[in-house]
């Protein structure tokens, strides 16, 4: 079943394989978005896929981890693969780091619990639907953690070739590789935090990143910043 679409509104579509959680879900939204379709897995959304035409694709995938058939990793990998420019947000009862994590690497833009309160998730679609990312349950230790494994595999096949990089850029890479959040970056560097994402969206655009954790990724990558460095 489809809304009618609303010029303006973000389409969604729902993957869940509980009924009552798509059917509160589209209560939820109904009249902010525009619900392109619902899925009981990522099986028959591979099919509802084939039924849209390219205008008809949804912006926003709401994404569950366990169901039947295809679960939500291997939908997250499907979804990066057809159509990465898709920004899938996880909702979930799966609260740990390990499935965050996968998720973060396979594409998502954003995590949820299904305990989180209606207003962080409209929060959360608009942020997404803005090129940013929302992982509040995963702390940037967790993400580091990770940037060293990758670092000590070499598996950090990312990003493109490095581009010329001036001395605010790096310095503004540095302290995306810390704990710091966006706010603590502007205060340390005397900036508005409309500048530092300023920032942020002209270096994911340079080196093709989506996320701040590819950026970093990619920094330590191309030896622009050391894995040694950071904390």
């Known amino acids: 079943m489809r809304n009618i679409d609303v010029p ?16 509160a879900l589209r209560k ?34 709401i994404l569950d981890i366990n169901m039947p058939e295809m679960n939500g990793y291997e939908t997250m990998t499907w979804l990066n693969n057809n159509y990465p420019d898709i920004n899938v947000l996880v909702l979930t009862m799966n609260v740990n780091e390990d499935s965050m994590l996968e998720m973060l690497k396979s594409g ?4 949820l619990s299904k305990d ?15 090129g940013l990312s929302h992982f509040p349950l995963l702390s940037m230790n967790s993400m580091i953690h990770e940037i060293r ?30 704990d710091l959040t966006y706010q603590q970056i502007a205060d340390k ?38 894995v040694d460095n950071i904390i």
Request: hydrophobic content about 40%; proline content about 2%; aromatic content about 8%.
């Open 28 to 61: 939820i939204f109904d009249g902010r978005y525009n619900i392109i379709f619902e899925a009981e897995n990522g099986k028959v959304m591979i099919e509802q896929f084939r039924q849209l035409t390219p205008i008809g694709l949804p912006q926003t995938v």
């Open 149 to 178: 494994k990758a670092h000590t595999s070499n598996d950090m096949t990312i990003g493109k070739e490095p581009e010329k990089i001036t001395q605010r850029e790096l310095e503004i890479i540095k302290l995306m590789a810390t």
């Open 189 to 226: 560097l005397f900036l508005t935090t409309r500048t530092i994402d300023n920032y942020r969206m002209k270096l994911f655009e340079k080196f093709n990143v989506k996320t701040r954790v590819t950026l970093v990724l990619f920094a330590i990558k191309n030896g622009l910043i050391s």
């Open 108 to 111: 998502a833009k954003g995590y």
């Open 8 to 23: 303006g509104k973000i389409n969604i579509g729902i993957v869940d394989d509980h009924k009552l959680i798509r059917q």
């Open 116 to 130: 989180a309160e209606i207003e962080e998730i409209f929060s959360s679609i608009s942020k997404i639907n803005m």
